[in-house]
């Protein structure tokens, strides 16, 4: 296959596998191949060894227990399980869902189900960086609360909340607290028990490990109020049927193990690259503006840029194939709709669809932003000379 030698600043839609990772996987695929749930022969032995370790690694990241992580086809179905698992798990004595508003949609929707379901279900308000309004959620709160699911690190505008705080106010009207962690590596720690954690989605994509391959910790104790939502031969302690894909869950594993080895030098040349593209477009292009929260203290690697006067969706046409950027999330680009994170900040529809996501990772490098910054400035210039004949 033809190497692609565009440049790829896309990593928050999905990250490179790291060549360590595949490497580890190799194996799998053809010399370990047993079915890991055959428990009566060394084929499935010597799988299910290898899935154990690897589900080892994935709770060290997290500071979890291995039975506390159930292995799921990624993120969505992570947070599908924890959300619709835990609302259909319940009575109905706790019938209230508490959601950010700029949640994935793969905790949107399922909240929006359960509302249909007559569950209600409000969104949390938050400010103009997109921190979660912690006054509304004590506010509001109560013992009718059964969940509140917020994200660690925002996928579009990076910004990191505060889950000690919004756990403690939860845990004061017992209710339970759902984090999607799936951008928040190597940005953030998490240690489920320092920080009080009761469920967690993760997604192997997102941290240079294969897609198709995800986590939901679940804390040992609440095992029991989950409901599944896939049913067959009761893998995952029940909570999750379906043959686990060895090299998928080796392959994740590895990824968890390098976050926690490369964390430190990957934050320090990330964010030492992102100020440097930032720097050059900030000097270059009048009125670009960074959205969200600072440069510091967000995501390492999201630039979430507003580029006066232009569609994001035409800078991103002109820029092709030399530049991957994306206009709001990966996740709903293909529909045409304004961002619902930039409109829950506070920006206007006009202004949110001038905004460019940017996002760096491990494998960038400094020529490749300067191309990134040269391909920009050029062609948003292009772009402003023709509107203004
Ligand atoms: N949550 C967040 C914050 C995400 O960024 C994504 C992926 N864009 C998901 C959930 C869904 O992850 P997956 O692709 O593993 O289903």
Not at 47 to 75: H, K, W
Not at 303 to 309: D, E, I, V
Not at 351 to 364: E, P, Q, V
Not at 373 to 378: D, E, G, H, N, T
Request: with cysteine; net charge negative; glycine share 8%.
């Amino acid at each position: 296959m033809k190497k692609n030698t565009s440049t790829y600043l896309d990593y928050q839609a999905t990250t490179p596998l790291d060549s360590r990772v595949s490497d580890s996987m190799i194996p799998y695929y053809s010399q370990v191949f047993g079915n890991p749930h055959s428990s009566g022969h060394s084929f499935g032995w010597e799988a299910n060894r290898a899935i154990e370790n690897a589900r080892l690694d994935v709770a060290d990241l997290l500071s979890a227990g291995p039975d506390e992580i159930i292995f799921t086809s990624g993120a969505t179905e992570a947070n599908n399980l924890a959300i619709l698992g835990l609302a259909h798990g319940c009575d109905r004595k706790r019938h209230k869902i508490f959601v950010s508003a700029i949640e994935h949609k793969s905790v949107l929707a399922p909240a929006r189900h359960l509302a249909n379901e007559g569950f209600l279900v409000e969104l949390i308000p938050v400010d103009n960086q997109g921190g979660i309004d912690l006054n509304w959620l004590q506010d509001n709160i109560d013992e009718k609360t059964l969940l509140v699911s917020v994200m660690a690190v925002n996928n579009e505008i990076g910004t990191i909340q505060e889950i000690s705080t919004i756990t403690s106010i939860c845990h004061s009207v017992g209710a339970l607290v759902h984090i999607d962690a799936t951008q928040a590596f190597p940005t953030m720690t998490i240690d489920t028990f320092e920080q009080d954690i009761d469920l967690l989605s993760l997604s192997a994509h997102k941290i240079y490990g294969p897609k198709g391959i995800g986590a939901l910790y679940i804390r040992r104790e609440y095992q029991n109020l989950i409901q599944p939502i896939l049913w067959g031969g009761e893998q995952e302690s029940g909570l999750r049927s379906g043959t686990l894909p060895t090299p998928l869950c080796v392959g994740f594993g590895k990824a968890a193990s390098l976050i926690l080895s490369d964390s430190e030098k990957d934050k320090k040349c990330i964010k030492e690259l992102k100020i440097e593209l930032f720097q050059k477009l900030s000097h270059q292009i009048e009125g670009l503006e960074l959205i969200g929260p600072p440069l510091k203290n967000r995501h390492i690697g999201n630039l979430c840029l507003y580029f006066p006067g232009i569609s994001a969706d035409e800078l991103i046409g002109l820029i092709q194939p030399k530049l991957a950027v994306s206009s709001g999330s990966a996740c709903t680009s293909g529909i045409t709709e304004t961002s619902h994170v930039l409109s829950a900040i506070g920006l206007s529809a006009t202004k949110s669809n001038s905004c460019l996501r940017i996002s760096l990772g491990r494998m960038t490098t400094l020529e490749e932003i300067e191309i990134a910054a040269k391909v920009l400035i050029s062609e948003y210039a292009k772009i402003k000379r023709l509107i203004n004949i």
